[in-house]
T-cell receptor, first 113, second 115 residues
Framework: KAGVTQTPRYLIKTRGQQVTLSCSPI?????VSWYQQTPGQGLQFLFE???????NKGNFPGRFSGRQFSNSRSEMNVSTLELGDSALYLC????????????FGPGTRLTVT | AQTVTQSQPEMSVQEAETVTLSCTYD???????LFWYKQPPSRQMILVIR??????QNATENRFSVNFQKAAKSFSLKISDSQLGDAAMYFC????????????FGGGTRLMVKP
């Protein structure tokens, strides 16, 4: 099976712009989770989608949103970008829940200038 | 809120030696899962080992094993016969049952392996 893919891999945006990141899970996986990784805050959970419904949400402002399509592909959107949004955004897919391994993608490196 | 703490920001080990990475967590749940993930310089995170809280037996995966102390809320990772390819960031993570897939990560430990 192909692994989790994320596009684009690198992105440079200007403060105030918006951005959309994409994640394609492993075939058959219905859960997609998003994480933000920064040197200062470490790895933080953003949200999880399961069968097109947001199942969990982390403690991030409303500028961060996401969605999942019927084929399980997921997108996350960040509006009104701030310098502090510069980070590696990781998505992970899983077949079931909780106890199961999450398979991570390579990440999208977002730089906000 | 659940928290995961890794008290060792950096560790080093000689090739072929054994090293133990520490992790403690705080939770009021009784049914949960603990994970160790490895993030090499290429940045693709991969699962090293998993432990179900209801299992008393410590998980092992080849050269990797854990020491799970539920009462102490401790979950350390032992790497035996360390190899150069083990050099990476190691993250301890927690997820409780019925939470979906919502990992809480520790701050990570950078492991260096000396030849």
């Amino acid at each position: 099976k192909a692994g989790v893919t994320q596009t684009p891999r690198y992105l440079i945006k200007t403060r105030g712009q918006q951005v959309t990141l994409s994640c394609s899970p492993i075939s058959g996986h219905r859960s997609v989770s998003w994480y933000q990784q920064t040197p200062g805050q470490g790895l933080q959970f953003l949200f999880e989608y399961f069968s097109e419904t947001q199942r969990n949400k982390g403690n991030f402002p409303g500028r961060f949103s996401g969605r999942q399509f019927s084929n399980s592909r997921s997108e996350m959107n960040v509006s009104t970008l701030e310098l502090g949004d510069s980070a590696l955004y990781l998505c992970a897919s899983s077949d079931l829940t909780g106890r199961d391994e999450q398979y991570f993608g390579p990440g999208t490196r977002l730089t906000v200038t | 809120a659940q928290t995961v703490t890794q008290s060792q920001p950096e560790m080093s080990v000689q090739e072929a030696e054994t090293v133990t990475l520490s992790c403690t967590y705080d939770t009021s749940e009784s049914d949960y899962y603990l994970f160790w993930y490895k993030q090499p310089p290429s940045r693709q995170m991969i699962l090293v080992i998993r432990q179900e809280a209801y299992k008393q037996q410590n998980a092992t995966e080849n050269r990797f094993s854990v020491n799970f102390q539920k009462a102490a809320k401790s979950f350390s990772l032992k790497i035996s016969d360390s190899q150069l390819g083990d050099a990476a960031m190691y993250f301890c993570a927690y997820n409780y049952n019925n939470a979906g897939n919502m990992l809480t990560f520790g701050g990570g430990t950078r492991l260096m392996v000396k030849p």
